[in-house]
């Protein structure tokens, strides 16, 4: 099974999302969606998929993000694309504690495309907001930090993100690779959790 995030052929902006298992081919076009949004319907998605198919796929196996479709929107002037393109193009994600790759970068019908893990995604939001000032991106990382607080993270949610507030953007992507090995066991739920922010 696949999700795919590309270009919006109806609108010739914004993302649209494919979704793919076996002879299904199903669009959702209806309107351009900005990566949050994309990302936001694409977990409604898959939780109804799973539900309905009593699968268990997680974002991270399924979610496939066209490049073709972030340097156009990049160019509109959606930030998750272009911060997401410029990570890609860094390289940055590369880096890791404990050895973890967050973004995954595959060759699909002659396309390259990106995957997400689920501290890729808390690590983009967080790049997002510092860079863009991202009040939805703001809101994704406040969830990851209200989901650590709820599997050990002491001191609360406010306290976590109190405390990321004070570090640079270096520090603080460290913090947040420090903090996902130690409080999330369940990348899956993880990012089901901080999706609920972007919508």
Known sequence: MEIRFELNQRHGRGFQLRLTHGPLDKLYDEEPLNLYQAGASAATLLEAVNKEMGTDYKPEQVWRVANDALEPNAKLGDFGAARMLQDIKSGQYELSIPAQVDVTMMDVDGQKEAMLSARGVALFC???????HNEKARATVRRFCEYIASHGYKGGAANALAELDVLGKDDGAMW????YARYVQDGNSCITYMMGAMA
Do not use: P, S
Not at 126 to 132: C, H, K, R, V
Not at 176 to 179: F, G, L, M
């Open 126 to 132: 967080y790049l997002t907001y510092m860079d863009e």
């Open 176 to 179: 947040i690779k420090r903090a």
